[in-house]
């Protein structure tokens, strides 16, 4: 499995932004589909974003990038929600494979009203 380091999280205002990263140890690096999820609490965990798709409470909003160079992919926010508010992972899915395989430890973004 490939190890994931997510960073970028903190306490924002409604309408602020901000910059997820996350770096992946695995030098395949591009043999693997990123993507991004979150879970707020008392909900489940559900997908935010990746290079092909986003959750439709998020588009126009949240922007999915990669950098294999850097072995990264961010999540930028705009025009953050409350209802953003939530635990923000990376995961990882090796080409072929049917799910989501490693996760990083998450990483808390608070957005306040």
């Known amino acids: 499995q490939v190890q994931l380091v997510e960073s970028g999280g903190g306490l924002v205002q409604a309408g602020d932004s901000l910059r997820l990263s996350c770096v992946a140890s695995e030098v395949t690096f591009n043999t693997y589909v990123m993507g991004w999820f979150r879970q707020a609490p008392g909900k489940e965990r559900e997908f935010v974003a990746s290079?092909?798709w986003s959750a439709d409470s998020v588009k126009g909003r949240f922007t999915f990038s990669r950098d294999s160079t850097k072995n990264t992919v961010y999540l930028q926010m705009n025009s953050l929600k409350p209802e953003d508010t939530a635990v923000y992972y990376c995961?990882?899915?090796?080409?072929?494979?049917?799910?989501?395989?490693?996760w990083g430890q998450g990483t808390q973004v608070t957005v306040s009203s």
């Open positions: 995961a990882a899915r090796r080409l072929g494979s049917g799910s989501f395989g490693s």
């Open positions: 290079n092909t």
